[in-house]
């Protein structure tokens, strides 16, 4: 073993970290210095920067739920220690232990679980304290999908930094063909006008930028608000009224449909109130940045459609 997992080191860096976290430190140091040899893997994450393991992760911290699906998916769910808070699909990611939420992460339960790699998420992750992980040695990869296709390429990623690519190209060409199955069959279709409604209090929306948009798009439809310049914008009642949608579609925070998507029964003379489109989909099946969004843009295909049918 290598002699700096003796002496030396905790004299030059003890001070910036807590005593605890520096022994946790100093374990990984010295298990990573005994490790065997292997070819490397590397990948650029999101950031730009080059990803580098010695061999196929075997211990990983997910730090976003949609993360711990995609690798269920890829047959690594038994590989994650860690996870975030709402990591609950499929069923047995409840039983993984959990080291905060994806805004609030418990450094130190994170470095207590010696991760080779930790997966986290540029658009939910704290910046400060992703580059902490980084300054405790840890490798850290950066995702950010903004549509679609980036879901499926950003698993193809995380299967070779598991190791199981040539078992994950079955379940990537699939998923590929559905997504362009459906552009084939709907995306030049008759257009639709969309309102797709995020929240209620307040009144919160899409735009062109954000993946919701990209499903519209992908289903034929036209995303009334895909102009405005903020990714989740706030708009008020009398802005529906006004551009007056074919279809109002809402999610919710559960399975069950929102309350608030049947309080635009109020306004008679919105037409998608008149012809009875208001539709409802699933938040986990839209909104969350995973494999299943393929099964919530089946759905939005098939309310546009009922659309166009009358």
Not at 86 to 92: H, I, K, L
Not at 190 to 210: A, C, D, K
Request: net charge neutral.
């Amino acid at each position: 073993m290598h002699e700096s997992c003796f002496i030396g080191s905790r004299r030059s860096f003890a001070g910036y970290f807590p005593l605890s976290l520096w022994s946790l430190m100093m374990v990984g140091l010295c298990w990573s210095l005994m490790g065997p040899a292997m070819a490397e893997i590397s990948v650029q994450d999101a950031k730009g920067r080059t990803i580098t393991l010695q061999r196929p992760a075997q211990r990983i911290v997910s730090l976003a739920p949609h993360v711990t699906e995609m690798l269920f998916a890829l047959g690594a769910g038994d590989r994650i220690v860690g996870t975030v808070h709402y990591s609950d699909f499929p069923p047995e990611a409840k039983k993984i232990p959990r080291v905060g939420g994806y805004h609030q992460l418990d450094l130190e339960q994170i470095y207590a679980l010696q991760p080779d790699l930790v997966l986290g998420w540029s658009g939910g992750n704290e910046r400060d304290q992703i580059e902490m992980l980084m300054k405790l040695g840890l490798r850290v990869f950066i995702s950010e999908p903004h549509r679609v296709t980036d879901i499926i390429e950003g698993m193809d990623v995380f299967a070779m930094l598991i190791g199981t690519r040539p078992q994950a190209e079955a379940l990537l060409d699939s998923l590929r063909d559905d997504w362009n199955s459906l552009g084939q069959r709907y995306a030049h279709r008759h257009p639709i006008r969309v309102f797709y409604q995020i929240w209620n209090r307040p009144l919160m929306t899409i735009n062109s930028h954000h993946m919701i948009d990209d499903v519209i798009r992908q289903c034929g439809g036209r995303n009334v608000f895909g102009e405005l310049p903020t990714l989740i914008p706030k708009i008020g009642h009398e802005a529906v009224i006004q551009t007056d949608p074919d279809v109002i579609i809402a999610s919710g925070m559960g399975e069950a449909r929102p309350e608030w998507l049947n309080q635009w029964m109020r306004w008679k003379g919105l037409r998608a109130v008149r012809n009875n489109h208001l539709y409802f989909i699933p938040p986990d099946l839209i909104q969350r940045h995973s494999p299943r969004i393929l099964q919530g843009a089946a759905l939005l295909c098939e309310q546009l459609e009922r659309a166009r049918a009358e």
